[in-house]
């Protein structure tokens, strides 16, 4: 009998300290996590620091110059300090361009905005060209005969500069003509999703207004998207 009931006593005096047992993590906790934010803009530049290899690195093609200048109107409270001066001389219409590779996630937005400062009425064309990398390989591929995306979607919207003074230009993307029909998936999708780029690269060929063969000359305070 006494054997019994210390037994019993050893049994409840182990029982009843805490048993702890080491483990390496606790288990996770399915929680709901926000979504991340949509951005608002996606800046191409504002060209506020007057560096045109930097922040992008513009480059040019044909005859067609560039340099950063000073704005000198200071009564529109949209307008930056500094400007990218574009200067062209066309040739049965055309002059040359502007471009940058942007490497950017686009499928976000609905409008391109620029901020333009035309001098006098008619007094240039802008066709703007946005690239669509669809093969995924980051790099736009060019049909060497042709001369256009030989695998990726090129949209274009033409512009022309029929107003005088400074004007802030909305374009919905839904505007945009895809170029090259017969190549890419037709489809204004810019995301960066399966190693795609996006919107890899985008290009401003420069034009004339009314006559074959003239002088062009405007700038750019912004260009963005929204």
């Known amino acids: 009998m006494k054997l019994i009931l210390m037994c019993m006593l050893l049994g409840m005096q182990v029982f009843s300290q805490p048993l702890t047992v080491e483990i390496e993590e606790l288990p996770s906790v399915n929680q709901k996590t926000k979504p991340a934010a949509k951005p608002t803009v996606l800046m191409i530049d504002d060209f506020e620091d007057a560096d045109l290899k930097r922040f992008r690195e513009w480059w040019t ?7 950063s200048k000073n704005i000198e109107d200071k009564t529109k409270h949209y307008l930056g300090k500094v400007s990218l001066q574009i200067n062209g001389s066309s ?12 490497n950017k996630d686009a499928h976000f937005f609905k409008t391109l905005k620029l901020v333009i400062f035309s001098p006098k009425r008619n007094s ?44 802030v230009i909305s374009i919905p ?42 002088l062009i000359e405007f700038e750019i305070d912004t260009i963005k998207f929204n």
Not at 91 to 102: F, S
Not at 136 to 156: A, G, H, R, T, Y
């Open 91 to 102: 040739n049965n219409w055309y002059a040359g361009g502007i471009g940058a590779y942007l």
């Open 124 to 167: 240039g064309s802008i066709r703007i060209e946005l690239y669509d990398d669809d093969n995924n390989n980051n790099i736009v591929d060019i049909d060497e005969e042709k001369q256009i995306p030989s695998k990726d979607d090129l949209f274009i919207y033409d512009l022309n500069l029929i107003w005088e003074g400074w004007k």
């Open 173 to 214: 993307l839904e505007d945009f003509v895809d170029f090259n029909q017969d190549v890419g998936d037709n489809i204004w999708n810019p995301n960066q999703l399966y190693g795609s780029a996006g919107l890899i690269q985008i290009q401003l060929v420069i034009l004339s207004s009314k006559q074959k063969s003239e």
């Open 61 to 67: 093609f044909d005859k067609v110059m560039i340099k």
